[in-house]
């Protein structure tokens, strides 16, 4: 099993910017597929970003709209999540995950983060 550590949350006023960042421990997530999602106050969580375990193919949820760019390094065993433009509907709990299959869905992913928390202001 793989321990995930998120970091980088932090208040940001609205059209700021922030870089998450993804520490694994415990095994290589090489030939992992990693996501983020997160989970709003009041949502369910949901899906926002993956990478597939070579760093060549990526995916985004709808909303993300350009602004948000996801990354790993294999070497490091760290992925990470650039955002841009944040809005205030961004304001969440943002989780790390790392899934054997290169999927959208939270039921596919075994290993999460405890999470850290973004908040937009207006």
């Known amino acids: 099993q793989v321990q995930l550590v998120e970091s980088g949350g932090r208040l940001v006023p609205a059209g700021g910017s922030l870089r998450l960042s993804c520490a694994a421990s415990?095994?290589?997530?090489?030939?992992?597929?990693m996501g983020w999602f997160r989970q709003g106050p009041g949502k369910d969580r949901e899906f926002v970003a993956v990478?597939?375990?070579?760093?060549?193919?990526?995916y985004y949820a709808d909303f993300v709209e350009g602004r948000f760019s996801i990354a790993r390094n294999n070497g490091a065993n760290t992925a990470s999540l650039r955002v841009i433009d944040l809005k205030p509907e961004d304001t969440a709990v943002y989780y790390c995950?790392?899934?054997?299959?290169?999927?959208?869905?939270?039921?596919?992913?075994?290993?999460w983060g405890q999470g850290t928390q973004v908040t937009v202001s207006s």
């Open positions: 995950a790392a899934s054997p299959v290169y999927s959208v869905r939270i039921s596919d992913y075994a290993d």
């Open positions: 415990g095994r290589s997530i090489s030939t992992s597929a």
């Open positions: 990478i597939n375990a070579e760093g060549n193919r990526q």
